[in-house]
């Protein structure tokens, strides 16, 4: 079962990311299905791994389907032939965040930046502090919370993929 603390972590992520698509409703152009996000070959800590396999064994048949699943190379594993996620309600923190308005810090300069087919019209850098996601301090929590929830594997990172998820 996933950990409470990263469960907490996960359902504050959750509410932020509905007020920035309440807030920018307008600019944003995520839907179900729309997978330009998805990336092949992100990893995620041993909390999200966990938390993704307890959710995965209660489904033999989804195990199946994405084990038996032709391989995309551009896009994630868990995507269906439709470019929906077959692990949503599971998905990692990367995933929740994908398309809103992220900052972070590179070489201590802050950045900004945002799926580049929402905003379109708009500088990303321009939007107030409080209408951008700090990925620094929402990374900082998942590492905290991982070395505290994640396991004998805690500070790893893993493959998002099915076989790399469900192995013990």
Request: glycine share 4%; charged share 25%.
């Amino acid at each position: 079962m996933s950990s409470s603390r990263y469960q907490d972590l996960v359902a504050k992520v959750d509410a932020k990311a509905q007020e920035f698509q309440e807030r920018y409703a307008q600019k944003l152009q995520c839907r179900k299905g729309c997978s330009s996000c998805c990336q092949p070959h992100l990893t995620v800590f041993s909390v999200e791994r966990l938390a993704i396999r307890d959710w995965l064994l209660q489904r033999p048949a989804l195990i199946e389907k994405l084990k038996n699943q032709p391989e995309n190379p551009g896009s994630c594993r868990f995507l269906d032939d439709q470019g929906a996620c077959q692990i949503y309600p599971v998905r990692p923190i990367i995933c929740r965040t994908q398309g809103l308005p992220l900052s972070f810090k590179v070489n201590e300069q802050t950045q900004r930046d945002v799926c580049p087919l929402n905003f379109e019209k708009d500088d990303v850098l321009a939007l107030p502090t409080d209408g951008v996601l700090n990925l620094d301090l929402l990374n900082t929590l998942l590492v905290l919370v991982d070395q505290v929830e994640g396991g004998d594997r805690a500070g790893q990172r893993f493959a998002l993929n099915i076989e790399e998820v469900i192995r013990t």
